[in-house]
């Protein structure tokens, strides 16, 4: 239901947190396959501040890792990202843990939240008093460099920020996820600050995100955009959704936009809004082709 749901609404190539659990990661990367999707996902690494049952250790957090980029990575359009899902759902020994699986697989991705609420900055710096910020706790265990995607990025200082552009790493802006849970919003401005600009992609963030699809996505972040006095035109939006995207997974060379050589993801949109009868939702069941109205 997942994978199709992401190709009713457009979506060919996701970013996605997988579970704890090993085999949760087969199973989404096995039905990806079968649909040709790009998927860049892995297992989430957390061995403390969660409940025991979602609990794994620094040492089987890697062990796991490590087995699931030896089978999936590479296989079909399938990318592996390395996934502790905080620094507050992390000790620093599972955080030295990832940093040491991307120096074994340099050409992965590395996935992580950061800065999305103020309560969260508080506690995950109260965690590591020795780190001048949130940002600074990834850094230091090298996990920010290019192709690491970090989720929100809400409450960033400009210190942060300009950090993040110098490390040449990607932010992604999860309009819907913010406003839903009121989390603050999003500074796209200055990410895009010409002095020192940051790859922004849009996430959905499905969990606690409200829609599927990356046209309501870009219908939120231009009025998080708005609200902070920094509007965006239609054409950044589109860039967002697209090559924008593209360049924050490191992908820019295969997706993203209409060139040759790029692999064809192309998404065709009706302009013209229109009502499904029973008939039409017929004809496109047979092409396996849901309505998306």
């Known amino acids: 239901m997942f994978c199709d749901t992401l190709i009713r609404n457009g979506t060919t190539t996701a970013c996605i947190y997988c579970a704890v659990y090993p085999q949760s990661v087969d199973a989404l990367f096995e039905e990806a396959l079968r649909r040709k999707l790009r998927l860049v996902a892995g297992k989430c690494m957390m061995d403390r501040n969660v409940p025991e049952a979602l609990r794994d250790t620094a040492l089987s957090g890697y062990d796991q890792s490590k087995a699931l980029i030896d089978r999936w990575h590479g296989k079909g359009r399938l990318l592996y990202a390395i996934t502790p899902r905080w620094a507050g759902s992390s000790t620093p020994a599972q955080l030295e843990a990832a940093g040491a699986l991307w120096r074994e697989y340099p050409d992965l991705t590395l996935q992580t939240h950061i800065a999305e609420n103020r309560d969260e900055v508080a506690f995950v710096t109260s965690l590591f008093p020795e780190r001048k910020d949130f940002l600074d706790i990834y850094d230091h ?135 499904c009868s029973p008939s039409a939702r017929t004809v496109r069941a047979r092409w396996t082709r849901p309505c998306s109205c």
């Open 141 to 275: 265990y090298g996990l920010v460099r290019r192709r690491t995607i970090l989720g929100h990025g809400v409450w960033f200082s400009d210190s942060e920020f300009a950090r993040v552009h110098e490390r040449d790493a990607s932010i992604a802006h999860c309009p819907t996820s913010n406003l839903f849970l009121g989390s603050g919003l999003f500074r796209l401005r200055v990410a895009k600050d010409k002095k020192r600009p940051i790859h922004v992609g849009l996430g959905t963030d499905i969990g606690a995100g409200t829609s599927f699809s990356v046209l309501r996505t870009i219908n939120e972040a231009y009025k998080i955009a708005a609200l902070n006095a920094a509007p965006i035109s239609a054409f950044e939006a589109l860039y967002l959704a697209t090559l924008g995207g593209a360049r924050s997974l490191g992908l820019e060379d295969r997706i993203g936009s209409l060139e040759a050589d790029r692999e064809a993801d192309i998404v065709c949109l009706s302009l013209r809004p229109r009502r």
